[in-house]
């Protein structure tokens, strides 16, 4: 089985850290389909947004009819391009998926990164020249 491969793979090659150690325990879970409609579904939606009015008895929040705020796909259009056109596969969607919120949920680690983004390949160390 697939079970001891990570999605996406470059994760494999970045720093060890305790974040990357516990978002590899998150993404080797089996296939799960109500996990995967679920996740889909919450990055996916588009809440109503919430408005505040002012009245003599202090003020009142309630929700816009029309107006909503945007969904988390809407805010990282690069992890929604790689779920909707560049996975086929629902355990690779569900593992980015699963990636995505694990980061969401661990930002403010030292050592997090977005385990969907491999921009850490971007960067060389060049030594320096002493």
């Known amino acids: 089985g697939l079970d001891g491969v990570v999605w996406p793979t470059h994760i494999m090659e970045r720093p060890d850290s305790e974040f990357k ?7 080797r879970k089996p296939f799960s389909q109500g996990e995967y409609d679920m996740l889909l579904g919450n ?3 588009r809440l109503p947004a919430t ?21 988390y796909f809407d805010c990282h259009p690069d992890l929604a391009k790689q779920v909707r056109v560049e996975s086929t596969s629902k355990p690779n969607q569900l593992a980015l998926l699963r990636g995505f919120f694990f ?13 969907w983004s491999d921009d850490f390949k971007l960067y060389k160390i060049i030594p320096s020249m002493e």
């Open 103 to 115: 980061w969401m949920e661990n930002i403010t680690n030292e050592d997090q990164f977005r385990p």
């Open 43 to 45: 990055a996916r939606i």
């Open 21 to 27: 150690e516990r978002l590899m325990c998150v993404l």
């Open 51 to 71: 408005k505040k009015r002012q009245t003599r008895s202090g003020v009142k929040y309630y929700d816009s009819t029309h107006e909503r705020v945007q969904s």
